[in-house]
C-alpha cells in the first residue's frame, strides 16, 4: 500500500513538472499581453476553493520562482561565474543563491502591495496582504526576467551585447512602470501623475531594501576579496 502511495505521488509530481512546460510560457504570454486582466485574474482565483484555483495558469509565486529559477540558470550556463570577490557562505551555494533572488525579487510586489493596502486603508493582514501580492508576483516574473538578461549581456565585452542588455534594462523598467501606474490610477482612483510618482517611489524604496539585503549578507557574513 505504501508503495502504491509513493507511486502515485511520483505520478503527480511528473504530471505536475510537465504541465509547468505548457503553462509556464502560456502564463508569460498573458502576462505581457494582457498584465492588468491577469492581475485581476490573481485576485478572482483566490476567491476559489483552493482545488479550483489558477487551474488556467501558474500561481503568481510559483510563476516568479520558476522566472527566477531560468534566469538563474541561464546565468551559469552562460556566464563565467569568477568574481573579485569570494562570496559569503550563506550565498556559496546555487541553491541558497537561488532562494536570495526569490526574496530580494519578493521585497518589490510585497512593498507595492502593501502601498496598496495603506492607500486604500485596509487593515495589513497576513488575509488581506495576499491578493495584491499575488497580483504584482505576475507582472514582477516579466521583470525579473528581462532585467537578467540585460543584467547579463551588460556583463559582456562586446559592445553590441552591452548596449543590448542596456536597452532590455530600460525597456523592462518602462514596461513596469507603466503597469503599476496603470494599476494604481484604476484601482485607488489617481491621476496618472500621482499614480506614476508612487510607482517609482516604491520602486526607488524596493531597490535600495534589496541593495541593503544584499550588503548585509556579504559584508555580515564577511566576504573577503579573492
Known sequence: MDFMRLLKSIEELLYELVSWLLFY???MWRTL???QAMMRYADVELTDDVSEQYTETLSPPLFLLITLLLAHGVELGLVNQTTPWAPP???????NLLMFRAVAFSILPL??????LHRKG????RHTLRAPFYSQCYITAPFALALSIGTLLSRAENQKALAAGLAFILVAFVWYVIVETRWFKSDLGLSTSQAA???????FQALIAIFLVGAAI???TGA???
Do not use: I, N, Y
Open 122 to 125: 485596509v487593515r495589513l493582514t
Open 111 to 116: 512593498l507595492m502591495a502593501v502601498k496598496l
Open 197 to 203: 510618482l508612487r510607482v517609482v517611489w516604491t520602486l
Open 224 to 226: 573577503t576579496p579573492a
Open 218 to 220: 556579504v559584508f555580515g
Open 25 to 27: 510560457p502560456l502564463t
Open 89 to 95: 557562505p550563506l550565498l556559496a551555494s546555487h541553491s
Open 33 to 35: 499581453r494582457q498584465p
